[in-house]
């Protein structure tokens, strides 16, 4: 036990003091507070300007495009209108062409969409055909040198389609007031309602939320796992190894180095609930700007089921990079063993978008409940859901057990493996090695 | 004088070698005994099952040194072949952690490491980091850490190795002063002339079997005084084709011969007195070297032949 410590505080005090734990502690939050705030500076600010020429064949068209307040301006082509509901803003160059052909009056500025560079350049030519307002059938037709622009294209048409709409309503009598009136689309507050009958804003936020905490879960789990793997690998090729073991058994060996770097990782991420607190009103004001209430989702809950998963992903994941760590003679070596386990180590993070927007589907239960898997998607669910307690319940038992067993071949592998300096054993030696050490 | 450790007729095979082949040899109280053989003879993997990083597959290893309270592993201390320290870590701190893990309070050594530094001329690379070192600093440093606990037995894998002169010298000093101390000391060593100067008892290990072991007397005794040393001026080459000299070792100008039998060494005498100027002529037992190429040469030079 004392000899356990001694290995934990040596694990402890060395990584506290690299570099590395320096850089992770203050970068992990800037990078995770820029997943929060650069998308909400995005659509604050936008992403710059696109220049749009719209080439209107049924010539009636030019209010859809510009604010009333502009529509006195003489010029029929306009720059610089901008909309600041738009994720980018768009300045438009509006074309009427009622009286020409659509395709002789296109054909200069598709030749400006070909453009590099210059005053001339245009980044999409938006083309309304002559009978937009008469035929159902109509095609509105978008050019861009980007295949991937529907944004834009999808703010032009709906654009259209509304100054369409509002048209054939006119033809029917109703005035452009009314039809305002009439065509209005209803806002939608998402509420999450919970069992207690407690009413929660949802929506967009919690989803970007639930994104951040599950990366803080699991990221210091890979990083350090991946620490514990080349400190094991490193103890071999120095040959401290023999010294260590011919003190201490194995076990206990591992169990200081596991127990020490899930010490540095809780000191990490108490580092981070610390800044983010600090953080918290100004995160908090910025999002409720947005008309989004962030805090509202970090319930105390959510700090207690943020430790208890985070422990028990960490030691899940570290077993496995230990295992790695005593069978393999290199970094090198290790990392292409360990890069197939790792990506199926992080299913659920890439299933995670499914899982934050189906919290109760069969799958998020079939994962939160599983092994290995268990502790990510049951922390999800515990975020924007509420799971029934024994979901929880039974999938912090089954990943006690899985820690278990993996802690028990961790152990015998570790024996034999952390002493052999030769080539990496196949599955039928470590097969051996378990029935055998 | 009483034995500290016993090992009975161990053994270990790493898939179809047979690294230790039924070992047996016993290690007596506050003496030096070397542990000698070629490289791969099974002399480090004897020292593992020792110090318990390899269980024997068959066979015992026994502790008589009595008990303080203390584990077994504890009371060993440990230097393995290569070098065995946290490259990154700070040489005080390192050694520290070298004395908790054999049970050692941190606050009970810390003046013990400040007078091990000293005596090893290394108080100055206290806060250095074991990777600014060289090799020989880190071998002493590894040394202190194999010492620091105060070990009844102290078993040492080739420490000589990346020292120079003046530090195998110091070594070989502390190694005379800890067994005048009643250390008991276990010398792995493949360098002959080391172990004659230190080394009490002799075990010689030759493809996992111990083929020749006793006091270094009884050794030397046991092949009689049928070996001739020469110190000569002039070209001895000539040595080596008498017929009398059934094998010759000569190194510039001093030569070992041994005799074949019946032969006298007189002959040698006069035939050597004609070619070149004798300083030295002895009748002796053969050194440790001869003896140990005696033992195993042949019998690899024979294998080889076989092989071949």
Same mark, same amino acid.
């Given at each position: 036990?004392?000899?356990?410590?001694?290995?934990?505080?040596?694990?402890?005090?060395?990584?506290?003091?690299?570099?590395?734990?320096?850089?992770?502690?203050?970068?992990?939050?800037?990078?995770?507070?820029?997943?929060?705030?650069?998308?909400?500076?995005?659509?604050?600010?936008?992403?710059?300007?696109?220049?749009?020429?719209?080439?209107?064949?049924?010539?009636?068209?030019?209010?859809?495009?510009?604010?009333?307040?502009?529509?006195?301006?003489?010029?029929?082509?306009?720059?610089?209108?901008?909309?600041?509901?738009?994720?980018?803003?768009?300045?438009?160059?509006?074309?009427?062409?009622?009286?020409?052909? @659509?395709?002789?009056?296109?054909?200069?500025?598709?030749?400006?969409?070909?453009?590099?560079?210059?005053?001339?350049?245009?980044?999409?030519?938006?083309?309304?055909?002559?009978?937009?307002?008469? !035929?159902?059938?109509?095609?509105?037709?978008?050019?861009?040198?980007?295949?991937?622009?529907?944004?834009?294209?999808?703010?032009?048409?709906?654009?259209?389609?509304?100054?369409?709409?509002?048209?054939? @309503?006119?033809?029917?009598?109703?005035?452009?007031?009314?039809?305002?009136?009439?065509?209005?689309?209803?806002?939608?507050?998402?509420?999450?309602?919970?069992?207690?009958?407690?009413?929660?804003?949802?929506?967009?936020?919690?989803?970007?939320?639930?994104?951040?905490?599950?990366?803080?879960?699991?990221?210091?789990?890979?990083?350090?796992? /991946?620490?514990?793997?080349?400190?094991?690998?490193?103890?071999?090729?120095?040959?401290?190894?023999?010294?260590?073991?011919? !003190?201490? !058994?194995?076990?206990?060996?591992?169990?200081?180095?596991?127990?020490?770097?899930?010490?540095?990782?809780?000191?990490?991420?108490?580092?981070?609930?610390?800044?983010?607190?600090?953080?918290?009103?100004?995160?908090?004001?910025?999002?409720?700007?947005?008309?989004?209430?962030?805090?509202?989702?970090?319930?105390?809950?959510?700090?207690?089921?943020?430790?208890?998963?985070?422990?028990?992903?960490?030691?899940?994941?570290?077993?496995?990079?230990?295992?790695?760590?005593?069978?393999?003679?290199?970094?090198?070596?290790?990392?292409?063993?360990?890069?197939?386990?790792?990506?199926?180590?992080?299913?659920?993070?890439?299933?995670?978008?499914?899982? /934050?927007?189906?919290?109760?589907?069969?799958?998020?239960?079939?994962? !939160?409940?599983?092994?290995?898997?268990?502790?990510?998607?049951?922390?999800?669910?515990?975020?924007?859901?509420?799971?029934?307690?024994?979901?929880?319940?039974?999938?912090?038992?089954?990943?006690?057990?899985?820690?278990?067993?993996?802690?028990?071949?961790?152990?015998?592998?570790?024996?034999?493996?952390?002493?052999?300096?030769?080539?990496?054993?196949?599955?039928?030696? @470590?097969?051996?090695?378990?029935?055998?050490? | 004088?009483?034995?500290?450790?016993?090992?009975?007729? %161990?053994?270990?095979?790493?898939?179809? %070698? $047979?690294?230790?082949?039924?070992?047996?040899?016993?290690?007596?109280?506050?003496?030096?005994?070397?542990?000698?053989?070629?490289? *791969?003879?099974?002399?480090?993997?004897?020292?593992?099952?020792?110090?318990?990083?390899?269980?024997?597959?068959?066979?015992?290893?026994?502790?008589?040194?009595?008990?303080?309270?203390?584990?077994?592993?504890?009371?060993? *201390?440990?230097?393995?072949?290569? $070098?065995?320290?946290?490259?990154?870590?700070?040489?005080?701190?390192?050694?520290?952690?070298?004395?908790?893990?054999?049970?050692?309070?941190?606050?009970?050594?810390?003046?013990?490491?400040?007078?091990?530094?000293?005596?090893?001329?290394?108080?100055?690379? $206290?806060?250095?980091?074991?990777?600014?070192?060289?090799?020989?600093?880190?071998?002493?440093?590894?040394? &202190?850490?194999?010492?620091?606990?105060?070990?009844?037995?102290? &078993?040492?894998?080739?420490?000589?190795?990346?020292?120079?002169? %003046?530090?195998?010298?110091?070594?070989?000093?502390?190694?005379?002063?800890?067994?005048?101390?009643?250390?008991?000391?276990?010398?792995?060593?493949?360098?002959?002339?080391?172990?004659?100067?230190?080394?009490?008892?002799?075990?010689?290990?030759? $493809?996992?079997?111990?083929?020749?072991?006793?006091?270094?007397?009884?050794?030397?005794?046991?092949?009689?005084?049928?070996?001739?040393?020469?110190?000569?001026?002039?070209?001895?080459?000539?040595?080596?084709?008498?017929?009398? %000299?059934?094998?010759?070792?000569?190194?510039?100008?001093?030569?070992?011969?041994?005799?074949?039998?019946?032969?006298?060494?007189?002959? &040698?005498?006069?035939?050597?007195?004609?070619?070149?100027?004798?300083?030295?002529?002895?009748?002796?037992?053969?050194?440790?070297?001869?003896?140990?190429?005696?033992?195993?040469?042949?019998?690899?030079?024979?294998?080889?032949?076989?092989?071949?």
């Amino acid at each position: 036990m004392k000899k356990m410590l001694a290995v934990l505080k040596r694990e402890y005090l060395q990584t506290v003091r690299r570099k590395m734990f320096m850089i992770m502690t203050l970068l992990m939050p800037l990078l995770m507070a820029g997943a929060i705030f650069i998308p909400t500076l995005m659509i604050e600010r936008g992403m710059g300007l696109k220049r749009i020429a719209v080439i209107d064949g049924s010539g009636q068209l030019r209010d859809a495009f510009f604010e009333p307040e502009t529509k006195n301006e003489e010029a029929d082509i306009e720059l610089g209108a901008k909309r600041r509901d738009l994720p980018q803003q768009i300045a438009t160059e509006y074309v009427p062409a009622a009286n020409a052909k @659509l395709d002789d009056t296109a054909k200069p500025y598709l030749e400006r969409l070909k453009l590099d560079k210059g005053a001339n350049k245009v980044d999409g030519v938006f083309l309304i055909p002559t009978d937009a307002l008469t !035929s159902p059938k109509a095609q509105l037709r978008y050019f861009s040198r980007s295949a991937t622009d529907f944004v834009t294209q999808g703010r032009l048409s709906s654009r259209v389609n509304r100054a369409v709409q509002q048209y054939r @309503l006119a033809k029917r009598g109703i005035t452009a007031n009314e039809a305002d009136e009439l065509l209005k689309d209803l806002d939608v507050e998402s509420v999450q309602l919970s069992k207690t009958g407690e009413q929660k804003k949802g929506g967009a936020a919690n989803f970007l939320v639930g994104f951040v905490l599950t990366a803080l879960l699991i990221i210091p789990s890979f990083v350090y796992g /991946l620490e514990i793997m080349r400190g094991i690998i490193q103890e071999k090729n120095d040959r401290v190894v023999e010294v260590l073991v011919s !003190s201490m !058994s194995p076990s206990e060996l591992l169990v200081g180095k596991i127990l020490g770097v899930a010490a540095v990782g809780l000191t990490q991420i108490t580092v981070w609930f610390v800044m983010s607190t600090a953080l918290g009103t100004y995160a908090g004001a910025m999002a409720a700007f947005g008309g989004m209430n962030v805090m509202q989702l970090l319930r105390p809950s959510t700090f207690i089921y943020f430790f208890i998963f985070f422990l028990l992903a960490y030691l899940t994941y570290v077993c496995v990079y230990a295992i790695g760590g005593a069978v393999c003679n290199s970094d090198r070596e290790a990392q292409q063993l360990i890069a197939p386990i790792t990506m199926l180590m992080m299913l659920p993070w890439f299933l995670m978008a499914g899982i /934050l927007t189906n919290p109760d589907s069969g799958l998020s239960v079939a994962f !939160s409940l599983s092994p290995v898997f268990g502790p990510l998607t049951m922390y999800v669910r515990t975020l924007v859901a509420e799971p029934p307690m024994w979901h929880i319940a039974v999938s912090i038992a089954v990943s006690i057990l899985t820690i278990a067993a993996f802690f028990w071949v961790t152990a015998k592998i570790f024996r034999v493996g952390i002493l052999s300096y030769g080539k990496r054993p196949t599955i039928p030696e @470590l097969w051996r090695w378990l029935k055998v050490a | 004088m009483t034995d500290i450790l016993a090992v009975r007729d %161990v053994r270990k095979t790493f898939g179809v %070698v $047979r690294a230790v082949d039924g070992v047996s040899f016993t290690v007596r109280r506050g003496t030096i005994t070397g542990l000698l053989g070629r490289n *791969g003879a099974g002399k480090t993997t004897t020292i593992r099952m020792i110090t318990g990083i390899f269980m024997p597959d068959s066979g015992s290893i026994e502790w008589h040194g009595g008990t303080d309270g203390r584990p077994f592993g504890d009371r060993i *201390g440990y230097l393995p072949e290569e $070098r065995g320290l946290y490259k990154q870590m700070r040489v005080g701190e390192l050694l520290l952690f070298l004395a908790e893990i054999k049970g050692c309070r941190p606050a009970d050594v810390r003046g013990k490491v400040d007078g091990w530094l000293e005596r090893f001329e290394l108080t100055d690379k $206290r806060n250095a980091k074991v990777e600014e070192l060289s090799k020989g600093n880190q071998q002493k440093v590894q040394l &202190i850490g194999t010492l620091l606990h105060d070990p009844d037995l102290i &078993i040492l894998d080739e420490p000589q190795s990346g020292l120079d002169p %003046v530090n195998a010298v110091l070594v070989r000093n502390l190694l005379q002063d800890l067994r005048h101390e009643g250390k008991t000391i276990l010398l792995s060593t493949h360098m002959m002339a080391e172990a004659e100067k230190m080394a009490d008892e002799l075990m010689l290990i030759h $493809r996992g079997k111990v083929v020749l072991e006793g006091t270094l007397d009884e050794v030397r005794a046991s092949f009689g005084k049928n070996t001739l040393h020469l110190e000569f001026d002039g070209d001895g080459a000539f040595l080596e084709t008498l017929p009398q %000299v059934r094998r010759a070792s000569i190194v510039n100008n001093a030569a070992e011969l041994s005799l074949a039998e019946g032969a006298d060494p007189q002959d &040698i005498l006069r035939e050597a007195m004609n070619r070149v100027r004798i300083r030295r002529f002895e009748l002796a037992a053969p050194s440790l070297e001869q003896i140990f190429i005696e033992k195993v040469g042949e019998e690899t030079l024979l294998h080889e032949e076989v092989a071949r």
